[in-house]
């Protein structure tokens, strides 16, 4: 996880040493997420190979600001100050206010999580999940987590409406072909592969992650366009334990998923 951090474009190594200002701080935040229980001022200042006392400085703005607190041992970790903005960012989000009732239903009438998702780039960020309370298999999702949009449900019912022709898949498998790696022996990476289920999901209107992204765990997406008819804003997904809802399964309730949505928010579907 801290070397995940650290590859960033504000943390990596190799550029640490120049780090100044602004960049200190937000690595500094981003390292501290991956220390719940805290962590002191030479580990941090080691891992960001900066000056200690350029370090020490960040943190005492960070400090001061009330997004982190040290400890009795002074040790550093996020402060509920972070937390609260966080939090009240979230909770203030229209969309996502819209869409936990529609995650709710589906997660209680498929008795599998849920997710709503947006694009970012080459990934999908998380705003909202709904995990059923009898649910033995805790999804390794969280809320403002991020995953590689070729190879999830969710990321590819969005990439769809990005990448509408060959050449535009192409471009895109070419700049991110160091990072689209086959997590599993079911993952798509060629352009052309791509390409073909980026057609099927248009036509029908949803997306399959078929155990592309985890062993062992399928995927049904639905885009939903809640602002504009042509490019989705985000989109809902059902990821279920693949032994516990096989694959067809789990396409064939399609559209009682779709009823679902349909009865709160109309039609916002493709």
Known sequence: MVADLLKTDSCAPEESKSLNGSDRVLAILNLLGSFPDGIGLNELARLLKSPRSSVHRALSALRRANLIEQDRDSRYRLGYGLLRLAFSYYEELDEVGRIRPVLS???????????????DQFEVMYLAKIQPARSRYQMTS??????????????KSLLAYELKSLGA???????????MVKHTGHTLTSA??????????REEGYALDREEHEPGINC???????????????????????????????????????????????????
Do not use: W
């Open 105 to 119: 239903a589906l997660a209680q009438k498929f008795g599998e999580t849920t997710h709503y998702a947006v694009l």
């Open 142 to 155: 969280v809320i403002g987590g991020r995953n590689p949009a070729y190879c999830t449900g969710v990321g």
């Open 169 to 179: 898949v192409e471009e895109f498998v070419a700049q991110h072909q160091s990072s």
């Open 192 to 201: 052309s592969a791509l390409h073909r289920d980026f057609e099927q999901t």
């Open 220 to 270: 049904l997406a639905i885009p939903l366009f809640l602002t504009s008819k042509s490019v989705p804003d985000g989109a809902v997904s059902i990821t279920a334990v693949a032994q516990r809802f096989p694959l067809k399964k789990l396409e064939a309730s399609i559209d009682l998923a779709r009823k679902v949505i349909r009865e709160h928010l109309g039609e916002v579907m493709a």
